[in-house]
Nanobody, 123 residues
Framework: QVQLVESGGGLVQSGGSLRLSCAAS????????IGWFRQAPGQEREGVSC????????YYADSVKGRFTISRDNAKNTVYLQMNSLKPEDTAVYYCAAGYYSGSCKRADFGSWGQGTQVTVSS
């Protein structure tokens, strides 16, 4: 059974940090690009950061550049999103997804999704 499971969300104060994990089971992450997306209430799901399967190329949305870092540990079949200097506007449900990398985080490029983890940043 192909499955992606996110963890690491929680409540943090503005300026704090969290590290999200996306663990895969039933398939090997090595062959897939992995994306982190987020969705705030009443808003569209947006791509936050994506990493390719081949050369480790990465994409970051402008809103998170310099604050978030995506990385992958293929030995652990896990992708991480390190989030620093968090802001209240980062509050959302964060999802990871597997797909292919086209230089950005387009939702249509990703077909297997996790259930999401809530991140809440208080001011």
């Amino acid at each position: 059974q192909v499955q992606l499971v996110e963890s690491g969300g929680g409540l943090v104060q503005s300026g704090g940090s969290l590290r999200l994990s996306c663990a895969a089971s039933g398939f090997t992450l090595d062959y897939y690009a992995i994306g982190w997306f987020r969705q705030a209430p009443g808003q569209e799901r947006e791509g936050v950061s994506c990493i390719s399967s081949s050369d480790g190329s990465t994409y970051y949305a402008d809103s998170v550049k310099g604050r978030f870092t995506i990385s992958r540990d293929n030995a652990k079949n896990t992708v991480y999103l390190q989030m620093n200097s968090l802001k209240p506007e980062d509050t959302a449900v964060y999802y990871c997804a597997a797909g292919y990398y086209s230089g950005s985080c387009k939702r249509a490029d990703f077909g297997s999704w996790g259930q999401g983890t809530q991140v809440t940043v208080s001011s």
